[in-house]
């Protein structure tokens, strides 16, 4: 059945949504995340919002959440943008290490965790590209040595690219524990804390300049074995599921986008007297974009409701939602002509947006795996 | 919110597509290119009659399924699947339901849901595609809806053989209606038919290709283990599925005659119309000289897209959509 419109219950949920947002929302808007500064304020903006419950709307009560549907945290996440809400500094744990944790972590990580997750207490980051393995993740050489004395893991290596890394308290990430085993075997997915003795953190400038990236360096970090998540020697499945997450909905909602597409809109209004025909089709083609990308997520969250599996799919979304916010945002610029190049949120928002389409598996990487999962093509030589 | 055909829209769904399978094979679209086999392409236009296709969008009390524009999506998805060669989506999803809305005054339903009468949709000009098979004409224009039997008739040569197309003189009379609301409603339809078809064109043509370069081997490997072919397929692929949505959804607008629904056409017809265009470009070049053939059947499914796309009109609905989002209309110095 198709119904495109809020139920009683998901409009009670908008209203109610708008309204503390209305209210909350910080004016002006927080310095930059990526930044020292910035991190710490949007942490403290997390913690309102866990506060009042609405950092984790679709989880159980009991770890902060309200119990809300799929469609709820759509809804959600469109008011969250339209309402010119802060980024999520807390992504990294809410929307990608969470789902994970509640696939395969034990009920003491779950308990455990994920209220602090919510919360804003613990602060994490990503593990997973390193000096010689970016979109070759299978090629990572940290490893994790058991030591039975200690009755944990030993973990040594170096990953780099960490967003936020340098402000983060915990990082999630692969590690190799059978170094005799095949390449995507004998990994296992660690969940290790910053502060562990043998961890060095240090920050360094994305291309907006940003301190938005840290190489993390381990050596001889202990960490006990509740810190493996998944089960030894199963980190690739458990990674996957992560990057699953990463592709698709979950971390790019449509809300976001709509919100950019909107702004496009009102800014291409602005300029109505400059606006060239070719220049108003391109806006216009770029807000289409966001729409359909609106009713792409949507068609698929009922999709799931009926229990089917986004899994080698999610490329499609990471392919779309990337190269849509490119072109909103190159669209903004060309419309600001030479003012492009001042330092604006178009400018900035430009510039975060090239990392769409390298993050979470490069767009080349993802077009295999659609071409070979989704469409059935014999596999690359 | 809920997003998804239910069980009985996906039942006739199937139901067609099983039958298009069976009665509208590559070899019915080319029995329907000159000079071809008039007499085969005139019993599928039967069968489709005998399965009630063209009381689709009828009200029940006027002897039809009942059925909504939602529904019609899928059906008509499955019409471009298997570019039927005739009037289909015309007929069936604008002519009908207006000749139902507007009490039949000429008392031409009958005809059209036993099959006997087919309806052919004038395009720009003096151009009607399937006006070479057409009894009636349905003529959208200057606030109008006419439905009227041609003065003349000639021939016209065009890329896609199998469109029957004519050079028709039509009376100027026969209107059916000069309700604005029924003749958008009209011009609605008739996009969100061709949107439809367009997606399912271009889902034929993704499956000729998927096929054929996971079996044709070049350097010792299927064609299709080649980056370079898999990530253009890939693409193509993005297209169609983020069109496909926005298609069903402009029909669920229009079945509820929301306030967005026409915007919501037009969204539907631009990404249909680029993504079937790609899917097209793409599948020859995967192809290579194969694709670039007569003999294999690509080129029916290409040409029928290219055909379709070209009568959707982009500029009129990038105007419409900009004077949805207060942006200047086109044309301007």
Same mark, same amino acid.
């Given at each position: 059945? #198709?119904?495109?419109?809020?139920?009683?219950?998901?409009?009670?949920?908008?209203?109610?949504?708008?309204?503390?947002?209305?209210?909350?929302?910080?004016?002006?808007?927080?310095?930059?995340?990526?930044?020292?500064?910035?991190?710490?304020?949007?942490?403290?903006?997390?913690?309102? +919002?866990?506060?009042?419950?609405?950092?984790?709307?679709? *989880?159980?009560?009991?770890?902060?959440?309200?119990?809300?549907? /799929?469609?709820?945290?759509?809804?959600?996440?469109?008011?969250?943008?339209?309402?010119?809400?802060?980024?999520?500094?807390?992504?990294?744990? #809410?929307?990608?290490?969470?789902?994970?944790?509640?696939?395969?972590?034990?009920?003491?990580?779950?308990?455990?965790? /994920?209220?602090?997750?919510?919360?804003?207490?613990?602060?994490?980051?990503?593990?997973?590209?390193?000096?010689?393995?970016?979109?070759?993740?299978?090629?990572?050489?940290?490893?994790?040595?058991?030591?039975?004395?200690?009755?944990?893991?030993?973990?040594?290596?170096?990953?780099?690219?960490?967003?936020?890394?340098?402000?983060?308290?915990?990082?999630?990430?692969?590690?190799?524990?059978?170094?005799?085993?095949?390449?995507?075997?004998?990994?296992?997915?660690?969940?290790?804390?910053?502060?562990?003795?043998?961890?060095?953190?240090?920050?360094?400038?994305? +291309?907006?300049?940003?301190?938005?990236?840290?190489?993390?360096?381990?050596?001889?970090? /202990?960490?006990?074995?509740?810190?493996?998540?998944?089960?030894?020697?199963?980190?690739?499945?458990?990674?996957?599921?992560?990057?699953?997450?990463?592709?698709?909905?979950?971390?790019?909602?449509?809300?976001?986008?709509?919100?950019?597409?909107?702004?496009?809109?009102?800014?291409?209004?602005?300029?109505?007297?400059?606006?060239?025909?070719? +220049?108003?089709?391109?806006?216009?083609?770029? *807000?289409?974009?966001?729409?359909?990308?609106?009713?792409?997520?949507?068609?698929?969250?009922?999709?799931?409701?009926?229990?089917?599996?986004?899994?080698?799919?999610?490329?499609?979304?990471?392919?779309? *939602?990337?190269?849509?916010? #490119?072109?909103?945002?190159?669209?903004?610029?060309?419309?600001?002509?030479?003012?492009?190049?001042?330092?604006?949120?178009?400018?900035?928002?430009?510039?975060?947006?090239?990392?769409?389409?390298?993050?979470?598996?490069?767009?080349?990487?993802?077009?295999?795996?659609?071409?070979?999962?989704?469409?059935?093509?014999?596999?690359?030589? | 919110?809920?997003?998804?055909?239910?069980?009985?829209?996906?039942?006739?769904?199937?139901?067609?597509?099983?039958?298009?399978?069976?009665?509208?094979?590559?070899?019915?679209?080319?029995?329907?290119?000159?000079?071809?086999?008039?007499?085969?392409?005139?019993?599928?236009?039967?069968?489709?009659?005998?399965?009630?296709?063209?009381?689709?969008?009828?009200?029940?009390?006027?002897?039809?399924?009942?059925?909504?524009?939602?529904?019609?999506?899928?059906?008509? $998805?499955?019409?471009?699947?298997?570019?039927?060669?005739?009037?289909?989506?015309?007929?069936?999803?604008?002519?009908?339901?207006?000749?139902?809305?507007?009490?039949?005054?000429?008392? !031409?339903?009958?005809?059209?849901?036993?099959?006997? $009468? @087919?309806?052919?949709?004038?395009?720009?000009? &003096?151009?009607?595609? !399937?006006?070479?098979?057409? &009894?009636?004409?349905?003529?959208?224009?200057?606030?109008?809806?006419?439905?009227?039997?041609?003065?003349?008739?000639?021939?016209?040569?065009?890329?896609?053989?199998?469109?029957?197309?004519?050079?028709?003189?039509?009376?100027?009379?026969?209107?059916?209606? %000069?309700?604005?609301?029924?003749?958008?409603?009209?011009? &609605?339809?008739?996009?969100?038919?061709?949107?439809?078809?367009?997606?399912?064109?271009? @889902?034929?043509?993704?499956?000729?290709?998927?096929?054929?370069?996971? $079996?044709? @081997?070049?350097?010792?490997?299927?064609?299709?283990?080649?980056?370079?072919?898999?990530?253009?397929?890939? %693409?193509?692929?993005?297209?169609?599925?983020?069109?496909?949505?926005?298609?069903?959804?402009?029909?669920?607008?229009?079945?509820?005659?929301?306030?967005?629904?026409?915007?919501?056409?037009?969204?539907?017809?631009?990404?249909?119309? %680029?993504?079937?265009? $790609?899917?097209?470009?793409?599948?020859?070049?995967?192809?290579?000289?194969?694709? !670039?053939?007569?003999?294999?059947?690509?080129?029916?499914?290409?040409?029928?897209?290219?055909?379709?796309?070209?009568?959707?009109?982009?500029?009129?609905?990038?105007? @419409?959509?900009?004077?949805?989002? &207060?942006?200047?209309?086109?044309?301007?110095?």
């Amino acid at each position: 059945m #198709i119904d495109l419109v809020d139920t009683a219950e998901e409009a009670r949920f908008r209203t109610s949504a708008r309204a503390w947002l209305r209210a909350n929302v910080p004016s002006p808007p927080l310095p930059s995340g990526d930044t020292r500064e910035g991190f710490a304020r949007h942490v403290e903006w997390e913690r309102r +919002l866990f506060d009042a419950r609405w950092s984790v709307v679709s *989880w159980p009560e009991r770890y902060g959440g309200r119990d809300a549907s /799929l469609w709820e945290w759509l809804v959600f996440e469109e008011e969250y943008y339209a309402g010119g809400a802060p980024q999520r500094v807390t992504q990294n744990g #809410i929307f990608l290490l969470a789902p994970t944790l509640y696939e395969f972590g034990t009920p003491a990580q779950q308990d455990h965790l /994920l209220p602090r997750i919510a919360a804003a207490e613990d602060l994490w980051c990503q593990g997973w590209s390193e000096p010689e393995a970016g979109s070759d993740l299978a090629a990572i050489t940290s490893r994790a040595v058991r030591d039975d004395a200690a009755g944990g893991w030993r973990l040594s290596g170096q990953k780099t690219w960490t967003t936020r890394g340098a402000f983060c308290t915990h990082l999630f990430g692969l590690f190799r524990t059978d170094p005799t085993a095949g390449r995507h075997r004998g990994l296992t997915y660690f969940l290790v804390p910053l502060g562990a003795p043998g961890v060095t953190v240090r920050g360094f400038g994305r +291309l907006d300049g940003d301190e938005g990236f840290a190489e993390v360096t381990f050596v001889d970090v /202990l960490v006990p074995d509740e810190a493996v998540l998944g089960g030894v020697g199963n980190g690739w499945r458990v990674a996957m599921s992560t990057a699953s997450s990463e592709r698709g909905l979950s971390l790019r909602s449509p809300g976001r986008f709509l919100a950019t597409a909107d702004r496009l809109v009102a800014l291409a209004r602005s300029r109505a007297e400059a606006l060239s025909p070719r +220049l108003r089709d391109r806006v216009i083609r770029a *807000w289409v974009g966001a729409q359909a990308y609106q009713m792409f997520t949507r068609h698929q969250v009922s999709a799931m409701l009926d229990g089917a599996q986004p899994g080698a799919r999610a490329s499609l979304n990471k392919l779309f *939602w990337s190269e849509l916010d #490119i072109e909103l945002h190159e669209t903004a610029l060309e419309l600001l002509g030479a003012e492009a190049e001042t330092d604006t949120a178009w400018s900035r928002g430009f510039l975060f947006s090239l990392a769409g389409p390298i993050y979470a598996g490069t767009n080349e990487i993802q077009r295999t795996i659609v071409a070979e999962r989704v469409l059935g093509l014999p596999r690359a030589p | 919110m809920r997003f998804c055909l239910d069980a009985d829209q996906v039942a006739l769904r199937d139901a067609v597509r099983d039958m298009l399978a069976l009665e509208c094979p590559p070899a019915l679209v080319r029995a329907a290119w000159p000079p071809g086999d008039p007499a085969a392409v005139a019993a599928l236009w039967r069968d489709l009659a005998r399965m009630g296709l063209f009381g689709a969008a009828v009200p029940i009390h006027c002897g039809g399924l009942g059925l909504g524009e939602t529904d019609l999506v899928p059906i008509l $998805t499955e019409v471009g699947y298997a570019a039927v060669p005739l009037p289909v989506a015309e007929t069936m999803a604008v002519a009908a339901p207006l000749l139902a809305a507007t009490g039949d005054p000429g008392g !031409y339903l009958p005809g059209v849901l036993a099959g006997t $009468t @087919r309806v052919a949709i004038a395009g720009a000009g &003096d151009l009607v595609p !399937y006006g070479m098979l057409a &009894d009636l004409v349905l003529v959208l224009r200057d606030g109008r809806a006419r439905i009227v039997e041609p003065l003349t008739t000639a021939v016209v040569s065009t890329v896609d053989g199998s469109r029957a197309a004519a050079r028709l003189a039509l009376p100027s009379a026969g209107t059916v209606t %000069d309700d604005p609301e029924l003749v958008d409603l009209c011009l &609605d339809r008739a996009d969100l038919a061709t949107a439809a078809q367009l997606l399912g064109l271009g @889902r034929r043509m993704l499956d000729l290709t998927v096929g054929y370069v996971g $079996t044709r @081997r070049q350097f010792g490997a299927p064609i299709g283990s080649f980056q370079a072919v898999q990530h253009r397929l890939a %693409d193509a692929l993005l297209g169609l599925e983020f069109a496909m949505p926005a298609v069903l959804a402009a029909g669920w607008a229009l079945a509820h005659r929301t306030g967005s629904r026409r915007q919501d056409v037009s969204i539907a017809v631009l990404l249909a119309g %680029d993504a079937a265009r $790609t899917m097209a470009k793409t599948a020859i070049q995967c192809h290579g000289a194969i694709g !670039y053939t007569v003999e294999y059947d690509l080129h029916l499914y290409a040409k029928r897209t290219w055909a379709l796309a070209a009568s959707c009109g982009t500029d009129s609905h990038l105007d @419409r959509l900009a004077a949805a989002l &207060d942006l200047p209309k086109g044309g301007f110095p």
